[in-house]
Antibody, heavy 123, light 106 residues
Framework: QVQLVQSGADVKEPGASVKVSCKAS????????VIWVRQAPGQGLEWMGI????????TYAQRFQGRVTVTRDTSTSTVYLDLSSLTSEDTAMYYC????????????????WGQGTLVTVSS | EIVLTQSPGTLSLSPGERATLSCRAS???????LAWYQQKPGQAPRLLIY???SRASGIADRFIGSGSGTDFTLTISRLEPEDFAVYYC????????FGQGTNLEI
């Protein structure tokens, strides 16, 4: 079955960077985009970046441009999220999810999710 | 950016009742580009509906998605105890945005 397994919780100081991993299994990794979505405590969902594992093209949400980097390692079927210049407002649960295709072939909706990685930013 | 507004913010119902959740878009979305998710405390979201009305794999038929243009609805025909959760709509016609959520409580 499709599984996305994320790295464990992390605590960072303000100004630091964090790297979160997401290992995919149970499907052909190169065939589906993977997206990163975050959720601040008690808040809604916000997308950050999406990667095409085949070819590596990446699109970032405008509000995170310059601060977020998404990469992938096809040899291990793993996608990574790097977020820099952390502030307390980056304290959130970070999810990766597999994007499935809409009728026009666009990776639109998210049919499998990782368990989430809690990142806490605190001095 | 397309803004999705969900209503009500909180919906209080009992098992066995019918739930109607609304999602309104700031501009027209083709009916093919809207999804609904369920999220329980401490869990990741789970896909319920895509393409406005198609149920995801393994989703019970009491979950019904409908709508087009700017107005979409998720109906849960007869609430089960496990249905009490937060529900989010999401559009994918232009990048990605989520609604702020509806908390369905007992």
């Amino acid at each position: 079955q499709v599984q996305l397994v994320q790295s464990g919780a992390d605590v960072k100081e303000p100004g630091a960077s964090v790297k979160v991993s997401c290992k995919a299994s149970g499907y052909t990794f190169s065939r589906y985009y993977v997206i990163w979505v975050r959720q601040a405590p008690g808040q809604g969902l916000e997308w950050m970046g999406i990667v095409n594992p085949s070819g590596g093209s990446i699109t970032y949400a405008q509000r995170f441009q310059g601060r977020v980097t998404v990469t992938r390692d096809t040899s291990t079927s793993t996608v990574y999220l790097d977020l820099s210049s952390l502030t307390s407002e980056d304290t959130a649960m970070y999810y990766c999810a597999r994007a499935n295709y809409d009728i026009s072939g666009y990776p639109g909706y998210f049919d499998s999710w990782g368990q989430g990685t809690l990142v806490t930013v605190s001095s | 950016e397309i803004v999705l507004t969900q209503s009500p913010g909180t919906l209080s119902l009992s098992p066995g009742e019918r739930a109607t959740l609304s999602c309104r878009a700031s501009q027209s979305i083709s009916s093919s580009y809207l999804a609904w998710y369920q999220q329980k405390p401490g869990q990741a979201p789970r896909l319920l509906i895509y393409g406005a009305s198609s149920r995801a794999s393994g989703i019970a038929d009491r979950f019904i998605g409908s709508g087009s243009g700017t107005d979409f609805t998720l109906t849960i025909s007869r609430l089960e105890p496990e249905d009490f959760a937060v529900y989010y709509c999401q559009q994918y016609v232009s990048s990605y945005t989520f609604g702020q959520g509806t908390n369905l409580e007992i």
